[in-house]
């Protein structure tokens, strides 16, 4: 066991190297930062979705009171960083509008279906799991198809963005959102069961250090932790490679998208970490030397689904401007009113995903329960 245990410490400090020797130290550290990621999320069974399904299921506000406080101890930090670096650190801001709260709702509602948010797809893929892979697949599609049909939706309708901090101040900004948070986590906790309500140590331990991790992400990319830009951008390079035309596309055109879209995955801040991620998890799995997971005894109608679900997933993501971690999480902790917004939209789809979930796809209940949700 500690042979195994030494070969998966030295395949982690591997891809660390490799990367640096590939595209320099700020990568390295990206995609280190990244398995950082994958590791807790997996590892600690930290996730999204899933305590969003219990709470509603089962009365369980343990992992959703463990999300908040991630949330918080990142905001707690991130805000006044951004305020003493406004040149230099960009928070996940959006604007509100017609198209992101249908997005976020749609999202919500399909992430239940296949039990996996941008970070649980990513971790399910990641630790081995079939039914996540075959969501990663359509969610990168469905993530550059985003891309193609974006200017539609903004033109919808949209809001200036907004902040916290821009309404308020700094500190005003930083007060709102750790009240805002607390309410939520009050109204949960008050909802919950008995002996359901605060976070066991794990996912205290688990919260603390994903808002390191992400305090980390902001220094060193310049940027919140996201997911779904990169995924978006995997899609495009793969369609580039079968031969599509991405000069008469207005997102793919744009000067910063147009050079990413021209440059190595690796001078990607989001793809690292995304490629982290996958990797930290399943370093993670096989570090618990959990058995191989049975195949997915799925029908191919079910497995077209999960496939179209991941699609959706991703589709709306880009809709949305970001998934649980790029919106929900990221776009909280930096004061951006958008975040709130995305989380009361996602969170109603997630209840009548809810009940789609038990109508179509029971049989996912067995095959997805590896990776973090």
């Known amino acids: 066991m500690m042979a195994r245990r030494l070969a998966l410490f030295a395949a982690g400090l591997a891809l660390v190297a490799a990367t640096f020797s590939w595209a320099g130290p700020r990568a390295a550290f990206l995609v280190a930062i990244g398995?950082?990621?994958?590791?807790?999320?997996?590892?600690?069974?930290?996730?999204?979705?899933g305590p969003w399904r219990r709470?509603?299921?089962?009365?369980?506000?343990?992992?959703?009171?463990?999300?908040?406080?991630?949330?918080?101890?990142?905001?707690?930090?991130?805000?006044?960083?951004?305020?003493?670096?406004?040149?230099?650190?960009?928070?996940?801001?959006?604007?509100v509008g017609v198209g992101m709260i249908l997005g976020a709702f749609i999202f919500g509602m399909a992430m239940q279906v296949v039990l996996g948010c941008g970070s649980g797809t990513l971790v399910n893929a990641g630790s081995g799991n079939l039914v996540g892979l075959v969501a990663l697949v359509g969610f990168i599609a469905?993530?550059?198809?985003?891309?193609?049909?974006?200017?539609?939706?903004?033109?919808?309708g949209t809001l200036p963005v907004i902040t916290f901090q821009g309404m308020l101040g700094d500190h005003g900004g930083l007060v709102l959102t750790l009240a805002a948070l607390g309410l939520v986590g009050?109204?949960?906790?008050?909802?919950?069961?008995?002996?359901?309500?605060?976070?066991?140590?794990?996912?205290?331990?688990?919260?603390?250090?994903?808002?390191?991790?992400?305090?980390?992400?902001?220094?060193v990319a310049g940027q919140p932790w996201g997911i779904v830009y990169g995924l978006g951008l995997w899609g495009a390079k793969i369609a580039e490679i079968g031969v599509a035309d991405l000069a008469a596309t207005a997102y793919w055109t744009s000067p910063a998208n147009a050079e990413r879209?021209?440059?190595?995955?690796?001078?990607?801040?989001?793809?690292?970490?995304?490629i982290g991620l996958i990797v930290?998890?399943?370093?993670?799995?096989?570090?618990?030397?959990?058995?191989?997971?049975?195949?997915?005894?799925?029908?191919?109608?079910?497995?077209?689904?999960?496939?179209?679900?991941?699609?959706?997933?991703?589709?709306?993501?880009?809709?949305?401007?970001g998934c649980n971690v790029g919106a929900f999480f990221s776009g909280?902790?930096?004061?951006?009113?958008?975040?709130?917004?995305?989380?009361?939209?996602?969170?109603?789809?997630?209840?009548?995903?809810?009940?789609?979930?038990?109508?179509?796809?029971?049989p996912l209940a067995?095959?997805?329960?590896r990776g973090a949700a």
């Open 35 to 49: 398995l950082g990621f994958g590791l807790v999320l997996e590892g600690l069974r930290f996730g999204f979705a």
């Open 55 to 95: 709470i509603v299921t089962e009365r369980d506000a343990r992992g959703l009171v463990a999300q908040l406080l991630a949330i918080g101890a990142t905001a707690a930090i991130a805000l006044p960083l951004l305020a003493a670096a406004p040149g230099e650190l960009a928070g996940a801001h959006a604007p």
């Open 142 to 156: 469905g993530s550059f198809a985003g891309t193609l049909h974006l200017g539609f939706w903004t033109g919808l």
């Open 186 to 219: 009050y109204a949960a906790i008050r909802h919950a069961a008995p002996g359901k309500r605060l976070p066991p140590l794990r996912l205290w331990v688990a919260a603390g250090l994903i808002a390191a991790l992400a305090v980390l992400n902001l220094i």
């Open 261 to 274: 879209l021209s440059a190595s995955i690796l001078t990607d801040t989001t793809s690292l970490t995304n």
């Open 280 to 321: 930290g998890a399943f370093l993670a799995m096989r570090w618990r030397r959990l058995p191989d997971a049975p195949p997915a005894a799925l029908t191919l109608p079910s497995w077209a689904f999960v496939l179209i679900a991941g699609l959706v997933l991703g589709y709306t993501a880009r809709m949305a401007f």
């Open 332 to 362: 909280i902790s930096t004061g951006s009113l958008h975040g709130w917004v995305w989380f009361a939209a996602a969170f109603g789809g997630s209840l009548l995903g809810l009940r789609l979930r038990g109508l179509v796809l029971v």
């Open 366 to 369: 067995t095959t997805t329960a």
